[in-house]
């Protein structure tokens, strides 16, 4: 931990604001000291420091580096044990604060629960008395659109919920914007301030208190308390969600059971009105089927009396036919055996007339009988193709 340099002259200011809100950056602007720094939330400041003194107007001073109550490795209670021990111990040696600066960063998109819970700390820490010494230092404007960052620190201003508060009571409300000449600005504001003593300097030195007794420690305690019953809340409100959601799951189990049981029983439904009326369909088929049947079968047989009596009647065409040929042939053979008979008679009765002939008779006779042969092979070629044509008439009706 750093000590305050001796010397009457010496003002000494206390830097304090949330981790990562450019409390180092500052100091290491303004004094051309070195301390660490960091560009994320987790805390570089870990101890209590205390620059070398420079020089202000002619005016030395002394910055001190505070960590935030949101440190990533000590608990609030240390950080403030930290900061109640240095200012203690300043105070014992009869060093007193000239000014206090609170860091806020004006690009963060609102005044969250930590910063809240660092600055009413912080005031805490003060006393309400001390507050006109205090400055509120905004910065990181770089980083924000200048009207968007105007109307959170216009809001900041007016809100009894942030500084406005503070600001009613005397504290004043800075702009930096890392530059040195803004940071001189507010070092310089704070030289024109009387030394004061804090509330927790009065409590831990002059009033001989416990820190356990201090009105910082009753700030922690009381956001510790809120934050477990704002835990104990939020813990209660998830048990109800919870029970809700389990309630709203069972009962949209039941819906959703319901609605496939009524889903299944419709499905059954359609699935029975869907096989009565394929058994209808089946049924009206195999009636036409068998009505089909039935009238194929009748113009079947139909078909076949019809052609039986086709058949007959070409048989009884043909057995007409062939007893018609047959009494031709009949005819054609008793005339030509009469024919021949009178021929013979005619040759006895002209044998002798036709000696002389005989040879062109004989001839002439040759060729009657080859036509005659031909006749006979035409007439049994005819009996033959006839008798075929019985038979496979009778053969289409077996």
């Known amino acids: 931990m750093g000590r305050v340099p001796e010397g009457s002259e010496t003002a000494t200011i206390a830097v304090m604001g949330a981790t990562g809100s450019g409390k180092s950056s500052f100091i290491n602007l303004v004094s051309g000291s070195s301390l660490r720094t960091s560009d994320s939330l987790h805390s570089c400041t870990e101890e209590v420091a205390v620059t070398e003194p420079f020089v202000v107007d002619s005016r030395k001073v002394v910055l001190v580096d505070t960590p935030g109550f949101d440190d990533t490795n000590k608990s609030d209670s240390d950080i403030l044990k930290l900061i109640a021990d240095f200012l203690t111990s300043s105070y014992k040696d009869g060093h007193t604060l000239t000014g206090l600066i609170f860091i806020h960063r004006i690009s963060d998109h609102r005044m969250g629960g930590i910063s809240l819970k660092n600055f009413r700390t912080f005031r805490k820490l003060c006393g309400e008395q001390t507050l006109r010494n205090v400055v509120i230092v905004t910065n990181m404007w770089s980083g924000v659109d200048p009207h968007l960052g105007e109307e959170r620190e216009r809001e900041l201003a007016t809100n009894d919920t942030f500084f406005k508060p503070a600001l009613d009571k005397g504290t004043k409300m800075f702009r930096h914007t890392d530059s040195l000449e803004s940071a001189l600005s507010i070092i310089r504001y704070i030289l024109g301030n009387r030394p004061v003593v804090l509330q927790i300097q009065k409590e831990l030195v002059d009033e001989k208190k416990d820190i356990s007794q201090t009105a910082a420690v ?6 510790l308390q809120a934050a477990k019953e704002a835990q104990r809340i939020e813990t209660e409100r998830l048990k109800r969600e919870l029970e809700e ?8 189990a039941r819906r959703q059971r319901e609605a496939e049981a009524r889903h299944r029983q419709e499905e059954l ?7 009565k009326r394929a058994e209808e369909q089946r049924t009206r088929e195999q009636r036409e089927w068998e009505e089909r049947m039935r009238v194929e079968e009748q113009e079947r047989k ?10 007959e009647a070409k048989i009884a065409e043909e057995r007409r036919q062939r007893e018609e040929t047959e009494r031709r042939r009949r005819e054609a053979q008793a005339r030509y055996e009469r024919e021949l008979a009178e021929m013979r008679e005619r040759e006895r009765e002209a044998a002798r007339r036709r000696e002389a002939e005989a040879e062109a008779e004989r001839q002439r006779q040759w060729e009657y009988e080859d036509r005659m042969a031909r006749e006979r092979a035409r007439i049994e070629e005819e009996r033959r193709i006839q008798r075929e044509n019985v038979e496979r008439l009778e053969r289409e009706l077996e």
Do not use: G
């Open 302 to 311: 139909a078909a076949i009396e019809r052609q039986q009596r086709e058949l």
């Open 218 to 223: 009753d700030e922690l305690e009381r956001q």
């Open 245 to 252: 959601a389990e309630r709203a799951r069972e009962e949209e």
């Open 269 to 275: 439904d359609r699935i029975e009105a869907e096989r």
